[in-house]
């Protein structure tokens, strides 16, 4: 997603198109902030290197529908056959750890939960944890 973010912001004559293409990288694990403090630092980008409100709009609307693309589709393909997890586990984890840290613990609470299944997983007496945990 980054390089073709960076190719993106190229095409339609944004500057530091390589920067952008690093700070989707970046702002990419963080889940729920990430695309929109990418998409709000393009567009304010945006505003300041292009004329018209429309073509400065154009940045944030690629960004917005790259990591969609990324996200939901690409994402999905490449780890749902490797790593399943229970959608309730999943609040579960966002909600107790939003608790127990705050939006820190939202935004860490599905890279955590992962780590937990992969280590459950590798281990003979936790297996039965980490089948518990999938679908």
């Not at 990288?25 to 409100?53: D, H, K």
């Amino acid at each position: 997603m980054p390089v073709v973010l960076g190719v993106g912001m190229w095409l339609i004559g944004l500057p530091n198109p390589i920067l952008r293409g690093v700070g989707a990288a970046l702002l990419n694990y963080f889940q729920f902030a990430g695309p929109a403090i990418g998409a709000i630092m393009v567009f304010v980008e945006g505003l300041g290197a292009f004329n018209g409100l429309a073509h400065a709009a154009l940045a944030p609307a690629i960004y917005i529908g790259l990591n969609a693309l990324e996200a939901n589709c690409i994402t999905h393909a490449m780890l749902g056959n490797s790593i399943s997890l229970n959608p309730v586990m999943i609040l579960q984890a966002t909600v107790s750890w939003g608790w127990l840290w705050g939006i820190g613990g939202v935004l860490l609470s599905l890279p955590l939960l992962a780590v937990l299944k992969i280590c459950f997983d590798h281990s003979r007496t936790l297996d039965p944890v980490g089948v518990f945990m999938e679908r």
